[in-house]
């Protein structure tokens, strides 16, 4: 089984600032990784998919990076909207979640 | 526009059965894999299980397999998920998801709102 991580698994940040949350596969899933955001009490909603692509409707301050084992998610500007838990999924073998990064404000 | 609604869920003592659906809406249900995605108060998301989008080929994670059974009617755009042997680390918040393509092991679109299930005595 594939196993995810991300880190940190908490982040304070403020209104306007550039942050990254890393996810690495415990193998290689090439580039079939998807990006979420999980506000409390709601669904999680799809940001980006195949490491890079962003969903439709998904601002432009969002973006991934990435292949092999190693990814990231950058906001480029945080807004208020992103104060949120952001899940990386892998979906090369079966599916698996990471475990989450908490965005907290600072 | 695109909806996935759940219902099923309660509290159950240790041991119970419980079986969810999920009724979709806005879009063709028999064209998509489908997914039963969990969340333990407080925890993070986990993955349970994936059906195709013709019923013919299903997966679960480990720790469900042989208790949990996914299916789906594509006649009544209806999703099942029939939990069976329940026990307390069961609890949680659970979600029906759309997988972006046919055959289910992809990337999940769409999400209901989830049903809350509630394992105690």
């Known amino acids: 089984d594939i196993q995810m991580t991300q880190s940190p698994s908490t982040l304070s940040a403020s209104v306007g600032d550039r942050v990254t949350i890393t996810c690495r596969a415990s193998?290689?899933?090439?580039?079939?990784l998807a990006w979420y955001r999980q506000t409390p009490g709601t669904a999680p909603n799809l940001l980006i998919y195949k490491t890079s692509t962003l969903e439709s409707g998904v601002p432009s301050r969002f973006s991934g990076n990435g292949s092999g084992t190693e990814f990231t998610l950058t906001i480029s500007s945080l807004q208020p909207d992103d104060f949120a838990t952001y899940y990386c999924?892998?979906?090369?073998?079966?599916?698996?979640f990471g475990p989450g990064t908490k965005v907290d404000i600072k | 526009q695109v909806q996935l609604v759940e219902s099923g869920g309660g509290v159950v003592q240790p041991g119970g059965s419980l079986r969810l659906s999920c009724v979709v809406s806005?879009?063709?249900?028999?064209?998509?894999?489908m997914h039963w995605v969990r969340q333990a108060p407080g925890k993070g998301l986990e993955w349970l299980a994936v059906i195709s989008f013709n019923g013919d080929k299903t997966d679960y994670v480990e720790s469900v397999k042989g208790r949990f059974t996914i299916s789906r009617d594509n006649s009544r755009n209806t999703l099942f998920l029939q939990m069976n042997n329940l026990r307390a680390e069961d609890t949680a918040v659970f979600y029906c998801?759309?997988?972006?393509?046919?055959?289910?092991?992809?990337?999940?679109?769409?999400w209901g709102l989830g049903t809350l299930v509630t394992v105690s005595s």
């Open positions: 806005g879009f063709t249900f028999s064209n998509y894999g």
């Open positions: 999924q892998q979906y090369n073998n079966y599916v698996t």
């Open positions: 998801a759309r997988d972006r393509y046919t055959s289910g092991w992809y990337f999940l679109d769409f």
């Open positions: 193998q290689s899933i090439s580039k079939f």
